[in-house]
């Protein structure tokens, strides 16, 4: 009776309704809310980007191909010390799933003078690098993978399915879920793989280090702890779904990390309000709404407009009253004419992140 009470609640008592009833409220962040600077923003925007763009046909992720030797260049360009890369396949379709290219985990080790909150030093302390683990979901490909990726969208509208990760709450969206599951072992091998990467990398500055000052001056022996890590779980428009479970998944399983950072762009909504108020607890508010070493806000969902303030057409919720995002909404202005413009990652995210940097100043970099 119960399954039934739920399943009329979820389809017939509008959305809005039910936050009022349970206490969930969607909430709007500002650039300064989220403390990221918009400099490193711009570059997560770049990161998901290229992963697109070099990933949409199987034959992209082939060692040596055109778009894999791309995707290197442009990783040296963005973090000359990428260090480690690894992509990853996963599962789209409406009945018949085909598997293709679908996002990377990228280990940076960020070196002093490379970041502007880590001053040039003579000597690098092994703690003064920022290591970072990106796990990237690209957004829908326009390549061989289209209508599987456009049928895996059109799955959200359907029948949900119930929720097997983390505390089992409440309900995602079918094929968003089963497009996770289908990497899902995947990524978790290649973050610990590029987890093991980072800490050889600090185990040769330690010893660099200690070489010149005595092993005294380390005192932790020369390993790094993992909840030193910096973790973020990036993705746009089906990407950006994917990559919103993969957060929620990660903060359950990757206990030896501190809980990643999630910025999505354009992204649909993924599950229901139980889902969404779980996701508040465990991503949002767990341990705490803030990175403890970065200080950033650890659920960003940039969510693109017009000028006419016309919202990017993936991210409306209007039509499925079965499902409502999750926090926290970050609002960004383009110069795109409608809001099927607006989802364009290149020429509507990109570019208009792009554009604030180039009006502050900054140096465009996936170091800053």
């Known amino acids: 009776m119960s399954g039934l009470v739920k399943g009329v609640e979820t389809w017939l008592v509008p959305v809005k309704l039910q936050q009022l009833y349970k206490g969930y409220s969607l909430s709007e962040v500002t650039l300064a809310d989220i403390v990221m600077p918009h400099t490193f923003l711009a570059s997560l925007a770049r990161l998901a980007d290229v992963i697109y763009k070099t990933g949409t046909v199987r034959s992209h992720s082939t060692p040596g191909s055109k778009q894999d030797k791309d995707l290197q260049a442009a990783l040296r360009s963005q973090s000359g010390n990428y260090g480690f890369l690894r992509r990853f396949d996963a599962a789209t379709g409406m009945a018949f799933e085909t598997k293709g290219p679908f996002g990377a985990v990228v280990a940076t080790c960020v070196l002093p003078g490379q970041d502007n909150d880590v001053p040039l030093t003579g000597h690098v302390h092994p703690f003064q690098p920022r290591y970072r683990i990106y796990v990237v979901f690209r957004g829908t490909s326009p390549g061989k993978l289209y209508w599987d990726d456009i049928s895996t969208d059109l799955k959200a509208a359907s029948l949900n399915l119930d929720n097997p990760l983390g505390s089992k709450s409440g309900t995602l969206a079918r094929g968003f879920l089963n497009t996770y599951m ?187």
């Open 182 to 368: 289908s990497c899902r072992h995947d990524v978790a091998e290649f973050v610990n793989d590029a987890a093991t990467y980072l800490q050889a990398e600090f185990r040769r500055y330690a010893e660099e280090f200690a070489s010149r000052f005595g092993p005294s001056t380390f005192g932790l022996k020369g390993k790094l702890p993992l909840d030193q890590i910096q973790l973020y779980v990036v993705g746009h428009s089906l990407g950006g779904a994917v990559a919103t479970i993969c957060a929620y998944d990660l903060a359950f399983t990757a206990v030896r990390f501190v809980r990643p950072v999630l910025v999505t762009f354009g992204s649909p909504a993924v599950g229901n309000i139980e889902f969404a108020i779980d996701f508040q607890k465990m991503v949002v508010e767990g341990e705490n709404r803030y990175h403890p070493y970065t200080g950033y806000l650890r659920s960003i969902r940039v969510v693109a407009q017009t000028a006419a303030k016309n919202e990017d057409v993936v991210t409306k919720t209007d039509k499925l009253p079965n499902l409502i995002h999750v926090n926290s909404r970050l609002t960004l202005t383009t110069e795109a004419s409608n809001r099927i413009a607006a989802h364009s990652m290149s020429n509507s995210y990109t570019r208009a992140l792009e554009k604030l940097q180039s009006r502050n100043g900054d140096a465009a970099s996936i170091n800053n």
